[in-house]
């Protein structure tokens, strides 16, 4: 049953290339319909890779009563992807490539592909430059001082909310280079990482939405935030390390 769907999946993407005029010389099924967490109303996650594709896009189509997110790129650009991975410690194209279920392999470059993606997993990400680490540290700093000032920001309720919803962010985002690990964009692989490494530190940062949402009280919540961030980032409003903030 499960190799039914995979291929009737398949013959979709195929049809859907088709009809958008997409070369396929790799076709990678990835996400959800491949790791078999798939629902009935899970997007279908493929990349194609498509050497007469000049630039890199992606298409999000409903087709065929499915919300299909198609990347399209060139063979050298999905190897320039997986050095940025490594690089950037931004793996969304290796853990892609690696997880993915190769529907199509014209040229034998799929399974090179992801023997590349796990190898790159497997030597982790590298550690954060200072200098990304400073822009990040004052821009947290910057920005949650910011809050306090209302004219910055506004101070309704609802403003108050999306500030410190942000302000929130910027901390998963700190704790992530704190604890060397990968560094997602994607919400729901970051998420992961926190649960994993930071399970008690996230569910204080997101109880201190209460501070604003029931009370609108900006000055408790930055103390609060202030508190548990302590331990982990450098709260002096001086640099450290020269940084580009502007």
């Known amino acids: 049953m499960e190799n039914e769907n995979i291929q009737a999946l398949?013959?979709?993407?195929?049809s859907?290339?088709?009809e958008q005029d997409i070369n396929i010389s790799t076709l990678f099924l990835h996400g959800s319909h491949a790791s078999g967490t798939a629902s009935l109303d899970s997007d279908i996650d493929a990349i194609v890779l498509d050497d007469k594709c000049v630039k890199s896009r992606k298409v999000q189509v409903r087709y065929e009563n499915h919300l299909i997110q198609l990347i399209v790129m060139s063979s050298s650009e999905a190897l320039d992807a997986l050095h940025f991975s490594r690089a950037r410690s931004a793996p969304f194209f290796a853990v892609s490539f690696d997880t993915s279920i190769v529907l199509i392999d014209n040229d034998g470059l799929g399974e090179y592909?992801?023997?590349?993606?796990k190898q790159i997993l497997k030597?982790?990400?590298l550690p954060a430059h200072p200098q990304e680490i400073e822009l990040k540290r004052i821009s947290f700093l910057n920005f949650l001082n910011d809050g306090t000032r209302k004219k910055y920001t506004g101070s309704t309720i609802p403003e108050s909310i999306l500030w410190a919803s942000q302000v929130i962010n910027m901390c998963f985002d700190l704790l992530v280079?704190?604890?060397?690990?990968?560094?997602?964009n994607n919400s729901r692989f970051k998420?992961?990482?926190l649960r994993k490494t930071f399970f008690s530190i996230r569910s204080e940062l997101l109880e201190c939405l209460l501070l604003v949402s029931?009370?609108?009280s900006r000055e408790e919540f930055?103390?609060?935030?202030?508190e548990i961030m302590h331990p982990f980032v450098n709260l002096n409003e001086n640099s450290v390390h020269p940084h580009c903030s502007i």
């Open 214 to 216: 029931e009370n609108n």
């Open 123 to 125: 030597l982790g990400p």
């Open 113 to 117: 592909i992801k023997t590349i993606s």
């Open 16 to 18: 859907l290339c088709s």
């Open 10 to 14: 398949k013959e979709i993407l195929v």
């Open 177 to 184: 280079i704190y604890a060397d690990e990968w560094r997602f």
């Open 191 to 193: 998420g992961e990482i």
């Open 222 to 226: 930055s103390e609060k935030i202030r």
